[in-house]
């Protein structure tokens, strides 16, 4: 008799993935770490571009997005620590760990300029600059994450799928800034930013509990 196919359970539907052939399996992990590094070489560069900018521009919301960048790379790169070795099961729990942490330190800095939002009452200073890197970062991080989840979830890779939700929340905080800039220029909403950036806060402490737990695939 054949064997019954096997039945997804985990609410993330990756964990019950049937056994990879050896050949699709290593072809799964170069993608991994091909998109890891591509993660990591964009994250760099919007990284400068954002903190530069938001120095020129005096933005404190263009700085925290640079810094989000920032922990964007170190979370990239615990995957890609990861997968540099001969038996990545072997490193998930800590590159999961390091995830987590990335998560609950993006949290901390974004509740905390959204407070000091708040009680200062100054607005982010717009910039043409942030704008663009702002849409561009909304094209490409979204691309970036279904990529490496969907490789992750055939792998079954909890870091891998941990690591696209932290690009796809990059890709929320892209948005976030460019609302942000957009709303206070046109109309004047300064609050707008703070608000979505609070609701932004949340979601990430619940993305490093499930990371810690290693929730995201079985």
């Known amino acids: 008799m054949k064997p019954e196919p096997a039945t997804e359970t985990c609410a993330d539907g990756c964990c019950a993935a049937p056994a990879v052939e050896p050949d699709r399996r290593a072809l799964l992990v170069r993608r991994i770490r091909l998109l890891v590094a591509a993660t990591i070489t964009y994250n760099v560069v919007e990284a400068v571009v954002a903190l530069t900018a938001g120095a020129a521009a005096s933005s404190g919301a263009l700085i925290g997005f ?15 620590w990861q997968f540099s070795g001969h038996d990545p099961e ?37 910039s043409r600059t942030g704008i663009v890197l702002a849409a561009i970062s909304l094209a490409v991080m979204p691309a970036l994450s279904a990529a490496q989840r969907r490789a992750g ?41 703070p608000v979505v950036a609070l609701a932004i806060a949340g979601v990430a402490v619940q993305e490093g509990r499930t990371a810690w737990r290693g929730q995201h695939c079985c």
């Open 66 to 80: 640079g810094l989000d960048s920032v922990i964007e790379v170190a979370s990239a790169a615990a995957v890609a």
């Open 153 to 193: 979830r055939e792998l079954a890779s909890a870091s891998a799928v941990a690591d696209s939700r932290q690009t796809l929340l990059c890709a929320y905080l892209s948005a976030v800034l460019l609302a942000g800039l957009l709303l206070n220029a046109l109309f004047g909403w300064w609050w707008a930013d």
């Open 90 to 126: 072997a490193r998930e729990r800590r590159a999961l760990q390091a995830i987590a942490i990335s998560f609950f330190a993006l949290a901390i800095y974004v509740t905390g300029e959204a407070v000091s939002t708040f009680f200062t009452g100054e607005p982010p200073e717009t």
